[in-house]
């Protein structure tokens, strides 16, 4: 008996395969991750490299290589992240609870992000904002497109909170971060942390970004006026898995 596979793919992935998502026949229902790679690879040995250093999402969760996932479960073939071509319209837009994590293809307020961290008890509020710059290593970007994997994007924007909250007791952080198309000087993402004291915004606020490089699944395009290229991590070897660095 012949099982299906569905593993949905994102930014570069997508593109090399030129789908979205692919089925993948095999004899098991259960397997490692480990195994579910190396069947992928055997089945798209043209693409080797690219699934060796990429990540499974099994129920919007990262997966290490010893779990055990299923075809039942919701999966997908995550390419290193830090950001991604414009995603699908359902994948456009999702609130999250309270507000304090967004994902949109919206234009963002730098203010309303804020506000989401402004309370009396806290003496010490930062914004973190990110912008597309035109000149790169000497090469002119027209635009950047992102992508995301929306509901996992949604969650491990809350575990990053949840991370600060537990680290700088009392501290709260609100992160929104645009898909689709972002010109240049156009804000991409707005990082606002607030703390009762100052030293404790500026560790959280540096924490905030570098863990959203880290963990994030969103993905981002630069377009130049030659050519484009998808922009990986760019943090040395990807293991989203890892616990953060103390």
């Not at 030129?18 to 098991?28: K, R």
Request: proline letters at 5%; charged letters at 20%; one cysteine or more.
């Amino acid at each position: 008996m012949t099982i299906q596979w569905n593993i949905e793919l994102f930014a570069g992935l997508a593109e090399r395969f030129n789908t979205a998502s692919i089925i993948l026949e095999t004899e098991h229902d259960h397997m490692t991750v480990s195994s579910l790679k190396k069947e992928l690879i055997a089945a798209y040995p043209a693409h080797e490299a690219l699934i060796s250093v990429s990540f499974v999402a099994c129920n919007q969760t990262y997966a290490s290589d010893e779990d055990n996932v299923s075809a039942s479960d919701e999966l997908a073939l995550l390419p290193p992240v830090s950001g991604g071509e414009e995603a699908s319209e359902e994948r456009h837009t999702a609130p999250a609870a309270g507000a304090r994590y967004m994902i949109t293809a919206e234009p963002l307020s730098v203010e309303a992000v804020t506000a989401n961290v402004i309370v009396a008890e806290h003496g010490a509020a930062l914004t973190f904002t990110g912008t597309t710059r035109e000149w790169t290593h000497n090469q002119r970007t027209v635009r950047l497109d992102y992508e995301a994997y929306v509901p996992m994007a949604l969650k491990t924007l809350q575990q990053i909170g949840d991370e600060i909250a537990e680290r700088w007791p009392g501290a709260l952080c609100a992160i929104a971060h645009r898909i689709g198309q972002v010109d240049i000087a156009e804000i991409s993402v707005v990082i606002a942390v607030s703390a009762p004291h100052r030293d404790a915004c500026y560790e959280a606020s540096r924490y905030a970004i570098e863990r959203l490089k880290q963990i994030v699944p969103i993905w981002k395009k630069e377009i130049w006026e030659d050519g484009s290229e998808w922009k990986g991590h760019q943090q040395g070897p990807w293991n989203p898995v890892a616990p953060p660095a103390q």
